[in-house]
C-alpha cells in the first residue's frame, strides 16, 4: 500500500504565494495548463540572490503571479540562478 504524501504545512500556497517552510527556503506553486494541474517550485536564499528551482509554465497568470512576488516577497533581491 502507497503512504500518503506529507507536506511541511496542511494548506498549500495559493498562486502567487509563497510559504516558508525553513529558514531561507520558499514553497511556491504555479497552475499548469494540462491534466497535472500545478507544479511545486522552491526558492532558496542565496545571498545576494535567489536560487528558483523550477519556474513554472509561461503563461499569463504565471507572469502575473511571479510580478507579485518579485513586489511582495524577494526584498527587492532578483533570482541569481534556476533550474
Known amino acids: 500500500m502507497a503512504e500518503k504524501l506529507h507536506f511541511p504545512v496542511e494548506t498549500p500556497p495559493a498562486p502567487g504565494e509563497v510559504l516558508r517552510i525553513a529558514p531561507g527556503i520558499l514553497w511556491?506553486?504555479?497552475r499548469l495548463p494540462f491534466a497535472l494541474d500545478h507544479i511545486n517550485l522552491r526558492l532558496i536564499d542565496d545571498g545576494p540572490t535567489w536560487t528558483a528551482?523550477?519556474?513554472g509554465f509561461a503563461l499569463p497568470e504565471t507572469r502575473d503571479a511571479w510580478?507579485?512576488?518579485f513586489a511582495e516577497h524577494l526584498g527587492g533581491?532578483?533570482?541569481g540562478?534556476?533550474?
Do not use: A, G, N
Open 67 to 69: 510580478q507579485r512576488i
Open 28 to 30: 511556491l506553486r504555479m
Open 53 to 55: 528551482v523550477d519556474t
Open 77 to 79: 533581491r532578483k533570482i
Open 81 to 83: 540562478r534556476s533550474s
